[in-house]
DNA sequence: ATGTGATTTGTACTATCGTACAAAAGATCA
DNA sequence: TGATCTTTTGTACGATAGTACAAATCACAT
Protein backbone atom coordinates (compact mmCIF):
# COMPACT_ATOMS: atom_id res chain seq x y z
CA UNK A 1 0.00 0.00 0.00
CA UNK A 2 1.56 3.29 -1.07
CA UNK A 3 0.55 6.16 0.92
CA UNK A 4 -0.14 9.63 -0.50
CA UNK A 5 2.34 11.94 1.65
CA UNK A 6 -0.06 14.33 3.27
CA UNK A 7 2.04 17.33 2.45
CA UNK A 8 5.04 18.16 4.47
CA UNK A 9 6.81 14.99 5.46
CA UNK A 10 7.98 14.48 1.78
CA UNK A 11 10.73 16.79 0.15
CA UNK A 12 11.11 16.69 -3.82
CA UNK A 13 13.56 13.43 -3.71
CA UNK A 14 11.76 10.91 -0.78
CA UNK A 15 13.03 12.33 2.31
CA UNK A 16 16.45 14.15 1.86
CA UNK A 17 16.16 15.03 5.32
CA UNK A 18 16.19 11.72 6.36
CA UNK A 19 19.06 10.68 4.05
CA UNK A 20 21.40 13.53 5.38
CA UNK A 21 20.14 12.17 8.45
CA UNK A 22 21.55 8.66 7.79
CA UNK A 23 24.63 9.64 6.05
CA UNK A 24 25.71 11.65 8.65
CA UNK A 25 25.28 8.96 11.32
CA UNK A 26 27.14 6.46 9.30
CA UNK A 27 29.83 9.28 8.67
CA UNK A 28 30.22 10.19 12.12
CA UNK A 29 30.04 6.48 13.45
CA UNK A 30 32.82 5.55 11.39
CA UNK A 31 35.24 8.26 11.29
CA UNK A 32 34.07 10.95 14.33
CA UNK A 33 32.82 14.00 14.38
CA UNK A 34 35.39 16.32 13.16
CA UNK A 35 37.22 14.31 10.09
CA UNK A 36 34.24 14.71 8.35
CA UNK A 37 33.01 18.03 6.91
CA UNK A 38 29.21 19.00 5.89
CA UNK A 39 30.54 18.77 2.26
CA UNK A 40 30.71 14.88 2.94
CA UNK A 41 27.97 14.60 4.71
CA UNK A 42 26.19 16.19 1.68
CA UNK A 43 28.18 14.18 -1.42
CA UNK A 44 27.48 10.73 0.70
CA UNK A 45 23.25 11.62 1.06
CA UNK A 46 22.94 13.17 -2.62
CA UNK A 47 22.33 16.66 -1.08
CA UNK A 48 23.61 19.93 -1.79
CA UNK A 49 25.76 21.23 1.19
CA UNK A 50 23.22 24.21 1.51
CA UNK A 51 20.34 21.77 1.93
CA UNK A 52 22.17 20.34 5.51
CA UNK A 53 21.98 24.32 6.58
CA UNK A 54 18.31 24.43 5.97
CA UNK A 55 17.39 21.40 7.62
CA UNK A 56 19.80 21.24 10.80
CA UNK A 57 21.07 25.39 10.57
CA UNK A 58 24.64 23.89 12.09
CA UNK A 59 26.76 20.42 11.79
CA UNK A 60 25.97 20.61 16.12
CA UNK A 61 22.08 20.83 15.17
CA UNK A 62 22.47 18.24 12.81
CA UNK A 63 24.18 15.86 15.60
CA UNK A 64 21.83 17.26 18.15
CA UNK A 65 18.55 16.36 15.57
CA UNK A 66 20.65 12.37 15.54
CA UNK A 67 20.71 11.88 19.38
CA UNK A 68 17.33 13.52 19.41
CA UNK A 69 15.86 10.89 16.62
CA UNK A 70 17.28 7.53 18.79
CA UNK A 71 17.29 8.30 22.23
CA UNK A 72 13.64 8.31 23.24
CA UNK A 73 13.04 4.92 21.42
CA UNK A 74 16.18 2.90 22.84
CA UNK A 75 15.36 4.29 25.84
CA UNK A 76 11.47 3.76 25.84
CA UNK A 77 12.66 -0.17 24.54
CA UNK A 78 15.39 -0.58 27.47
CA UNK A 79 12.76 0.23 30.01
CA UNK A 80 9.86 -2.08 28.82
CA UNK A 81 12.61 -5.13 28.73
CA UNK A 82 13.90 -4.05 32.02
CA UNK A 83 9.95 -4.01 33.54
CA UNK A 84 10.02 -7.09 32.00
CA UNK A 85 12.66 -8.66 33.35
CA UNK A 86 12.42 -7.42 36.51
CA UNK A 87 9.97 -10.31 36.71
CA UNK A 88 11.78 -12.80 36.02
CA UNK A 89 11.31 -15.12 39.91
CA UNK A 90 14.93 -16.70 39.27
CA UNK A 91 18.04 -14.73 40.67
CA UNK A 92 20.39 -15.68 37.96
CA UNK A 93 17.48 -15.76 35.23
CA UNK A 94 16.79 -12.37 36.49
CA UNK A 95 19.68 -11.01 36.01
CA UNK A 96 20.83 -12.12 32.58
CA UNK A 97 17.14 -10.58 32.10
CA UNK A 98 18.72 -7.44 33.07
CA UNK A 99 21.88 -7.57 31.29
CA UNK A 100 20.02 -8.36 27.96
CA UNK A 101 17.82 -6.12 28.47
CA UNK A 102 20.73 -3.01 28.33
CA UNK A 103 22.73 -4.99 25.56
CA UNK A 104 20.05 -5.94 23.53
CA UNK A 105 18.85 -2.17 22.43
CA UNK A 106 21.93 -1.06 22.10
CA UNK A 107 22.48 -3.33 19.36
CA UNK A 108 19.10 -3.74 17.61
CA UNK A 109 17.34 -1.15 16.55
CA UNK A 110 15.57 1.36 19.42
CA UNK A 111 13.39 2.67 16.47
CA UNK A 112 12.56 1.89 13.17
CA UNK A 113 15.70 2.74 11.33
CA UNK A 114 16.92 -0.57 9.87
CA UNK A 115 20.53 -1.63 11.91
CA UNK A 116 20.45 1.72 13.43
CA UNK A 117 20.58 0.80 17.22
CA UNK A 118 23.98 -0.55 16.45
CA UNK A 119 25.27 2.07 14.10
CA UNK A 120 23.72 4.91 16.91
CA UNK A 121 25.85 3.37 19.80
CA UNK A 122 28.91 3.17 17.77
CA UNK A 123 28.04 6.94 17.40
CA UNK A 124 27.80 7.28 21.02
CA UNK A 125 30.98 5.32 21.54
CA UNK A 126 33.11 7.79 19.22
CA UNK A 127 31.58 10.84 20.61
CA UNK A 128 32.39 9.74 24.47
CA UNK A 129 36.04 9.13 22.84
CA UNK A 130 36.23 12.21 21.57
CA UNK A 131 35.14 14.31 24.07
CA UNK A 132 32.22 15.87 22.01
CA UNK A 133 30.23 18.65 24.07
CA UNK A 134 26.92 18.24 22.33
CA UNK A 135 26.86 14.90 23.29
CA UNK A 136 28.26 15.34 26.55
CA UNK A 137 25.22 17.00 27.97
CA UNK A 138 22.53 15.04 26.05
CA UNK A 139 24.13 12.02 27.22
CA UNK A 140 24.69 12.97 31.14
CA UNK A 141 20.94 14.10 31.07
CA UNK A 142 19.33 11.47 28.99
CA UNK A 143 20.72 8.16 29.44
CA UNK A 144 21.82 8.57 33.66
CA UNK A 145 18.44 7.90 34.62
CA UNK A 146 18.43 4.79 32.74
CA UNK A 147 21.52 3.52 34.15
CA UNK A 148 20.57 4.12 37.56
CA UNK A 149 17.49 2.30 36.82
CA UNK A 150 19.93 -0.93 35.52
CA UNK A 151 22.38 -0.61 37.80
CA UNK A 152 19.94 -0.59 40.75
CA UNK A 153 17.84 -3.29 39.45
CA UNK A 154 21.33 -5.38 39.42
CA UNK A 155 21.82 -4.04 43.11
CA UNK A 156 18.25 -6.11 43.96
CA UNK A 157 19.41 -9.21 42.46
CA UNK A 158 23.10 -8.83 44.00
CA UNK A 159 22.33 -8.09 47.38
CA UNK A 160 25.31 -8.67 48.74
CA UNK A 161 27.73 -6.60 46.07
CA UNK A 162 28.27 -3.30 46.93
CA UNK A 163 27.03 -0.67 44.53
CA UNK A 164 29.81 0.95 44.07
CA UNK A 165 30.96 -3.03 42.78
CA UNK A 166 27.71 -3.13 40.06
CA UNK A 167 28.74 0.65 38.51
CA UNK A 168 32.38 -0.25 37.94
CA UNK A 169 31.14 -3.25 36.31
CA UNK A 170 28.26 -2.21 34.50
CA UNK A 171 30.57 0.83 33.28
CA UNK A 172 32.87 -2.23 32.13
CA UNK A 173 29.72 -3.63 30.30
CA UNK A 174 29.49 0.14 28.46
CA UNK A 175 32.98 -0.34 27.65
CA UNK A 176 33.09 -3.77 26.35
CA UNK A 177 29.89 -2.75 24.28
CA UNK A 178 30.90 0.00 22.68
CA UNK A 179 34.44 -1.76 21.52
CA UNK A 180 32.65 -4.38 20.20
CA UNK A 181 30.85 -2.29 17.91
CA UNK A 182 34.15 0.32 17.28
CA UNK A 183 36.15 -2.71 16.16
CA UNK A 184 34.43 -5.59 15.56
CA UNK A 185 37.26 -6.74 13.10
CA UNK A 186 39.55 -7.27 15.69
CA UNK A 187 37.83 -9.66 16.97
CA UNK A 188 37.62 -11.68 13.77
CA UNK A 189 41.11 -10.61 13.21
CA UNK A 190 42.75 -12.29 17.08
CA UNK A 191 40.18 -15.07 16.24
CA UNK A 192 42.10 -15.88 13.45
CA UNK A 193 38.47 -15.82 11.42
CA UNK A 194 37.05 -18.07 13.94
CA UNK A 195 35.07 -15.63 15.26
CA UNK A 196 32.47 -12.82 13.50
CA UNK A 197 33.01 -9.52 15.33
CA UNK A 198 30.14 -7.94 13.10
CA UNK A 199 27.57 -10.66 14.10
CA UNK A 200 25.48 -8.83 16.41
CA UNK A 201 23.90 -11.96 17.56
CA UNK A 202 27.29 -13.46 18.31
CA UNK A 203 28.17 -10.24 20.20
CA UNK A 204 25.60 -10.36 22.48
CA UNK A 205 25.61 -13.95 23.44
CA UNK A 206 29.28 -13.45 24.35
CA UNK A 207 28.84 -10.38 25.87
CA UNK A 208 25.66 -11.20 28.26
CA UNK A 209 27.52 -14.66 29.26
CA UNK A 210 30.53 -12.88 30.14
CA UNK A 211 28.92 -9.52 32.05
CA UNK A 212 26.55 -11.67 33.87
CA UNK A 213 29.69 -13.46 35.46
CA UNK A 214 31.54 -10.43 36.17
CA UNK A 215 28.57 -9.09 38.20
CA UNK A 216 28.69 -12.31 40.28
CA UNK A 217 31.94 -12.09 40.99
CA UNK A 218 32.78 -11.53 44.61
CA UNK A 219 32.74 -8.24 45.93
CA UNK A 220 36.01 -5.98 46.41
CA UNK A 221 36.64 -6.39 50.08
CA UNK A 222 37.71 -2.85 49.93
CA UNK A 223 38.15 -2.82 53.82
CA UNK A 224 41.31 -4.41 53.59
CA UNK A 225 43.91 -2.34 52.46
CA UNK A 226 46.50 -4.66 53.39
CA UNK A 227 47.50 -6.81 49.53
CA UNK A 228 45.27 -10.10 49.79
CA UNK A 229 46.04 -11.36 46.35
CA UNK A 230 49.39 -12.96 44.66
CA UNK A 231 51.49 -10.61 43.33
CA UNK A 232 54.16 -11.00 40.94
CA UNK A 233 57.49 -9.39 40.39
CA UNK A 234 57.98 -7.44 37.41
CA UNK A 235 61.73 -8.82 37.24
CA UNK A 236 62.45 -11.41 34.94
CA UNK B 1 74.16 15.97 39.83
CA UNK B 2 73.54 18.15 36.97
CA UNK B 3 74.56 16.30 33.64
CA UNK B 4 75.86 18.66 31.22
CA UNK B 5 73.73 17.25 27.92
CA UNK B 6 76.39 15.63 25.82
CA UNK B 7 75.58 17.61 22.08
CA UNK B 8 72.46 17.25 20.28
CA UNK B 9 69.46 16.05 23.13
CA UNK B 10 68.70 19.70 24.33
CA UNK B 11 67.60 22.54 22.62
CA UNK B 12 67.52 25.86 24.03
CA UNK B 13 65.03 25.81 26.40
CA UNK B 14 64.87 22.81 28.02
CA UNK B 15 63.88 20.33 25.42
CA UNK B 16 61.15 21.42 23.50
CA UNK B 17 61.08 18.29 21.48
CA UNK B 18 59.83 16.88 24.41
CA UNK B 19 57.09 19.24 25.51
CA UNK B 20 55.77 18.97 21.97
CA UNK B 21 55.23 15.61 22.54
CA UNK B 22 53.65 15.35 25.90
CA UNK B 23 51.56 18.13 24.93
CA UNK B 24 50.22 16.41 21.80
CA UNK B 25 49.98 13.51 23.63
CA UNK B 26 47.72 15.51 26.27
CA UNK B 27 45.39 17.15 23.50
CA UNK B 28 45.17 14.09 21.70
CA UNK B 29 44.07 12.03 24.24
CA UNK B 30 41.24 14.09 25.49
CA UNK B 31 39.96 15.64 22.23
CA UNK B 32 40.47 13.33 19.82
CA UNK B 33 43.14 13.51 16.62
CA UNK B 34 40.98 15.80 13.99
CA UNK B 35 39.59 18.33 16.91
CA UNK B 36 43.44 20.12 17.88
CA UNK B 37 45.27 22.02 15.34
CA UNK B 38 49.00 21.97 15.30
CA UNK B 39 49.26 25.63 16.62
CA UNK B 40 47.02 24.10 19.78
CA UNK B 41 49.75 22.00 20.52
CA UNK B 42 52.48 24.49 20.24
CA UNK B 43 50.75 26.69 22.40
CA UNK B 44 49.96 24.19 24.72
CA UNK B 45 54.34 23.01 25.02
CA UNK B 46 54.84 27.00 24.42
CA UNK B 47 56.77 26.34 20.98
CA UNK B 48 56.24 28.16 17.88
CA UNK B 49 53.87 26.15 15.51
CA UNK B 50 57.01 26.33 12.99
CA UNK B 51 58.94 24.39 15.33
CA UNK B 52 56.66 20.90 15.57
CA UNK B 53 56.87 20.94 11.33
CA UNK B 54 60.52 21.00 12.50
CA UNK B 55 60.79 18.14 14.64
CA UNK B 56 58.08 16.19 13.08
CA UNK B 57 57.63 17.10 9.54
CA UNK B 58 53.61 16.28 9.88
CA UNK B 59 50.97 15.48 11.95
CA UNK B 60 50.75 12.31 11.67
CA UNK B 61 54.67 12.04 12.02
CA UNK B 62 53.98 13.60 15.51
CA UNK B 63 51.61 10.88 16.50
CA UNK B 64 53.45 8.53 14.83
CA UNK B 65 56.25 9.37 17.22
CA UNK B 66 54.12 9.08 20.50
CA UNK B 67 53.08 5.81 18.99
CA UNK B 68 56.83 4.61 19.06
CA UNK B 69 57.76 6.71 22.44
CA UNK B 70 55.39 4.51 24.23
CA UNK B 71 54.82 0.91 22.13
CA UNK B 72 58.28 -0.30 22.85
CA UNK B 73 58.29 -0.02 26.88
CA UNK B 74 54.63 -0.80 27.12
CA UNK B 75 55.09 -4.29 25.27
CA UNK B 76 57.97 -4.43 26.90
CA UNK B 77 56.67 -4.34 30.37
CA UNK B 78 53.33 -6.26 29.62
CA UNK B 79 56.00 -9.26 28.40
CA UNK B 80 57.98 -9.51 31.83
CA UNK B 81 54.71 -9.60 33.49
CA UNK B 82 53.43 -12.35 31.95
CA UNK B 83 56.35 -14.57 31.83
CA UNK B 84 56.46 -13.87 35.31
CA UNK B 85 52.54 -14.84 35.83
CA UNK B 86 52.84 -17.99 33.59
CA UNK B 87 54.69 -19.49 36.52
CA UNK B 88 52.52 -19.58 39.38
CA UNK B 89 51.48 -22.67 39.94
CA UNK B 90 47.57 -22.40 41.30
CA UNK B 91 45.43 -21.97 38.24
CA UNK B 92 43.18 -19.39 39.54
CA UNK B 93 46.05 -17.18 40.79
CA UNK B 94 47.70 -17.78 37.50
CA UNK B 95 44.92 -16.43 35.73
CA UNK B 96 44.37 -13.50 38.09
CA UNK B 97 48.09 -12.84 37.61
CA UNK B 98 48.14 -13.25 33.73
CA UNK B 99 45.00 -10.49 33.74
CA UNK B 100 46.61 -8.04 35.93
CA UNK B 101 49.98 -8.45 33.64
CA UNK B 102 47.71 -7.10 30.91
CA UNK B 103 45.78 -4.53 32.77
CA UNK B 104 48.74 -3.02 35.04
CA UNK B 105 51.03 -1.68 32.32
CA UNK B 106 48.12 0.28 30.40
CA UNK B 107 47.61 2.46 33.60
CA UNK B 108 50.87 2.55 34.80
CA UNK B 109 53.71 3.90 32.34
CA UNK B 110 55.88 1.57 30.74
CA UNK B 111 58.42 3.92 30.39
CA UNK B 112 59.72 6.84 32.56
CA UNK B 113 57.03 9.26 31.34
CA UNK B 114 54.94 10.56 34.45
CA UNK B 115 51.72 8.86 34.07
CA UNK B 116 52.18 8.29 30.78
CA UNK B 117 51.03 4.90 30.79
CA UNK B 118 47.42 5.71 31.49
CA UNK B 119 47.74 8.83 28.86
CA UNK B 120 48.74 7.06 26.26
CA UNK B 121 46.18 3.90 26.67
CA UNK B 122 43.56 6.56 26.59
CA UNK B 123 45.24 8.13 23.26
CA UNK B 124 45.11 4.76 21.71
CA UNK B 125 41.05 4.48 23.00
CA UNK B 126 40.27 7.64 21.00
CA UNK B 127 42.55 6.80 17.97
CA UNK B 128 41.04 3.08 17.92
CA UNK B 129 37.16 4.99 17.84
CA UNK B 130 38.29 7.54 15.56
CA UNK B 131 39.32 4.56 13.18
CA UNK B 132 42.64 7.36 12.52
CA UNK B 133 44.57 5.06 10.17
CA UNK B 134 47.91 6.04 11.14
CA UNK B 135 47.11 4.13 14.78
CA UNK B 136 45.19 1.59 13.00
CA UNK B 137 48.40 0.37 11.28
CA UNK B 138 51.04 0.63 14.15
CA UNK B 139 48.72 -0.82 16.66
CA UNK B 140 47.99 -3.98 14.17
CA UNK B 141 51.47 -4.50 14.23
CA UNK B 142 52.76 -3.78 17.06
CA UNK B 143 50.16 -5.17 20.07
CA UNK B 144 48.50 -8.10 17.71
CA UNK B 145 51.79 -10.38 18.95
CA UNK B 146 51.35 -9.81 22.76
CA UNK B 147 47.37 -9.86 22.45
CA UNK B 148 47.80 -13.48 20.85
CA UNK B 149 50.48 -14.04 23.82
CA UNK B 150 47.78 -12.98 26.16
CA UNK B 151 44.94 -14.87 24.75
CA UNK B 152 47.12 -18.23 24.36
CA UNK B 153 48.31 -18.09 28.23
CA UNK B 154 44.64 -17.34 29.15
CA UNK B 155 43.60 -20.25 26.84
CA UNK B 156 45.99 -22.02 28.85
CA UNK B 157 44.85 -21.46 32.31
CA UNK B 158 41.57 -22.16 31.15
CA UNK B 159 41.74 -25.28 28.56
CA UNK B 160 37.82 -26.36 28.53
CA UNK B 161 36.81 -22.62 27.33
CA UNK B 162 37.22 -22.32 23.56
CA UNK B 163 39.36 -20.19 22.07
CA UNK B 164 36.59 -18.12 20.81
CA UNK B 165 35.39 -17.63 23.62
CA UNK B 166 38.95 -16.29 25.29
CA UNK B 167 39.04 -13.47 22.18
CA UNK B 168 35.72 -12.32 22.87
CA UNK B 169 36.37 -11.47 26.66
CA UNK B 170 39.42 -10.08 26.29
CA UNK B 171 38.46 -7.94 23.47
CA UNK B 172 35.59 -7.08 26.51
CA UNK B 173 38.78 -6.36 28.66
CA UNK B 174 40.23 -3.93 26.47
CA UNK B 175 37.05 -2.46 26.21
CA UNK B 176 36.37 -2.19 29.39
CA UNK B 177 39.77 -0.64 30.24
CA UNK B 178 39.58 1.58 27.42
CA UNK B 179 36.69 2.84 28.67
CA UNK B 180 37.70 3.51 32.36
CA UNK B 181 40.31 5.38 31.07
CA UNK B 182 38.13 7.67 28.49
CA UNK B 183 35.45 9.00 31.08
CA UNK B 184 36.23 8.54 34.43
CA UNK B 185 33.89 10.94 35.54
CA UNK B 186 31.06 8.82 34.53
CA UNK B 187 32.00 6.05 37.79
CA UNK B 188 31.77 9.01 39.74
CA UNK B 189 28.66 10.29 38.87
CA UNK B 190 26.69 7.16 38.77
CA UNK B 191 28.28 6.10 42.14
CA UNK B 192 27.09 9.49 43.31
CA UNK B 193 30.38 10.05 44.20
CA UNK B 194 31.02 7.05 46.13
CA UNK B 195 34.03 5.63 43.57
CA UNK B 196 36.63 7.72 42.11
CA UNK B 197 36.86 6.79 38.62
CA UNK B 198 39.98 8.75 38.32
CA UNK B 199 41.46 6.28 41.00
CA UNK B 200 43.86 4.17 38.58
CA UNK B 201 44.87 1.76 41.62
CA UNK B 202 40.95 1.26 42.23
CA UNK B 203 40.29 1.22 38.76
CA UNK B 204 42.50 -1.86 38.05
CA UNK B 205 41.32 -3.70 41.15
CA UNK B 206 37.45 -3.51 40.12
CA UNK B 207 39.10 -4.53 36.83
CA UNK B 208 41.03 -7.67 37.44
CA UNK B 209 38.09 -8.90 39.58
CA UNK B 210 35.55 -8.25 37.13
CA UNK B 211 37.51 -10.04 34.15
CA UNK B 212 38.69 -12.74 35.90
CA UNK B 213 34.92 -14.02 36.78
CA UNK B 214 34.61 -12.97 33.15
CA UNK B 215 36.88 -15.48 31.91
CA UNK B 216 35.98 -18.47 34.41
CA UNK B 217 32.40 -17.96 32.59
CA UNK B 218 31.28 -21.39 31.32
CA UNK B 219 31.92 -21.34 27.57
CA UNK B 220 28.84 -20.40 25.35
CA UNK B 221 27.98 -24.29 23.57
CA UNK B 222 27.74 -22.87 20.32
CA UNK B 223 26.38 -26.10 18.81
CA UNK B 224 23.04 -25.94 20.48
CA UNK B 225 21.55 -23.12 17.80
CA UNK B 226 18.01 -23.81 19.59
CA UNK B 227 17.31 -20.74 22.28
CA UNK B 228 18.08 -22.44 26.16
CA UNK B 229 18.15 -19.31 27.80
CA UNK B 230 15.64 -17.32 29.41
CA UNK B 231 13.78 -14.78 26.85
CA UNK B 232 11.90 -11.77 28.24
CA UNK B 233 8.71 -10.60 25.64
CA UNK B 234 9.57 -7.17 24.82
CA UNK B 235 5.70 -5.91 25.56
CA UNK B 236 4.75 -5.13 29.18
C1' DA C 1 -2.68 28.02 -14.70
C1' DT C 2 -1.04 30.39 -11.26
C1' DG C 3 0.34 31.99 -6.82
C1' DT C 4 2.47 30.51 -2.47
C1' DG C 5 5.26 28.34 0.64
C1' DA C 6 8.77 24.77 1.18
C1' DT C 7 13.01 23.04 -0.46
C1' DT C 8 17.19 22.80 -3.22
C1' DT C 9 20.99 24.89 -5.58
C1' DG C 10 24.98 27.64 -6.37
C1' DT C 11 28.10 30.64 -4.73
C1' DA C 12 30.64 33.49 -1.69
C1' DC C 13 32.65 34.94 2.67
C1' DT C 14 35.60 34.54 6.54
C1' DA C 15 38.31 31.63 9.53
C1' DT C 16 41.36 28.21 10.21
C1' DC C 17 43.78 24.28 8.73
C1' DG C 18 48.54 21.82 7.60
C1' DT C 19 52.66 22.93 5.81
C1' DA C 20 56.69 25.40 3.64
C1' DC C 21 60.46 28.42 3.96
C1' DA C 22 63.59 32.20 4.74
C1' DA C 23 65.53 34.80 8.38
C1' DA C 24 66.91 35.17 13.26
C1' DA C 25 68.92 33.20 17.31
C1' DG C 26 71.41 29.97 19.91
C1' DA C 27 74.89 26.34 20.60
C1' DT C 28 79.45 24.22 19.63
C1' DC C 29 84.17 24.03 18.71
C1' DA C 30 88.43 25.43 15.96
C1' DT D 1 86.20 35.41 17.94
C1' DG D 2 84.37 33.51 13.97
C1' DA D 3 82.52 29.46 11.36
C1' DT D 4 79.14 26.07 11.32
C1' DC D 5 75.33 23.46 12.57
C1' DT D 6 70.92 23.12 15.10
C1' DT D 7 66.84 25.07 16.59
C1' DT D 8 63.33 28.65 16.83
C1' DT D 9 60.69 32.30 14.88
C1' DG D 10 57.67 34.74 11.81
C1' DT D 11 55.13 34.83 7.92
C1' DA D 12 52.83 33.24 3.92
C1' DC D 13 50.30 30.13 0.83
C1' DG D 14 46.85 27.09 -0.91
C1' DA D 15 43.14 24.13 0.67
C1' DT D 16 39.25 23.41 3.11
C1' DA D 17 36.27 24.29 6.95
C1' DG D 18 31.35 26.04 8.57
C1' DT D 19 27.94 28.94 7.41
C1' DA D 20 25.06 32.59 5.06
C1' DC D 21 22.13 34.00 1.43
C1' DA D 22 19.91 34.99 -2.94
C1' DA D 23 18.17 32.72 -6.90
C1' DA D 24 16.12 28.72 -8.83
C1' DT D 25 13.00 24.94 -8.43
C1' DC D 26 9.45 22.11 -6.84
C1' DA D 27 4.73 20.64 -4.62
C1' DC D 28 0.31 21.80 -4.20
C1' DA D 29 -4.08 24.34 -3.14
C1' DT D 30 -6.94 27.28 -5.47
Same mark, same amino acid.
Given at each position: ??????????????????????????????????AVSVRDIA????????????????????????????????????????????????????? #??? !?? @?? =????????? /?? $????? +???????????????????????????TSHAFIDA??????????????????????????????PDRVSRLS????????????? #??? !?? @?? =????????? /?? $????? +?????????
Amino acid at each position: MVRKPTSKESARKPNMREAILAAAEELFATNGFNAVSVRDIAQAAGANPGSVTYHFKTKDGLLLEIYRRHCGPMNLRRSELLAAAKRVRDLQDRL #EAI !VR @AY =VVPAFTSGS /DL $AGGGA +RFTRLRAVMSAEGNEVARKIIAQTFDDTSHAFIDAIHESLPHIPRTDIVWRSHFLLGALYYSLVTPDRVSRLSRGEADGSDAAGAI #EQL !VQ @AT =VAAFQAPAL /DQ $AAPTR +RRPVVSSKT
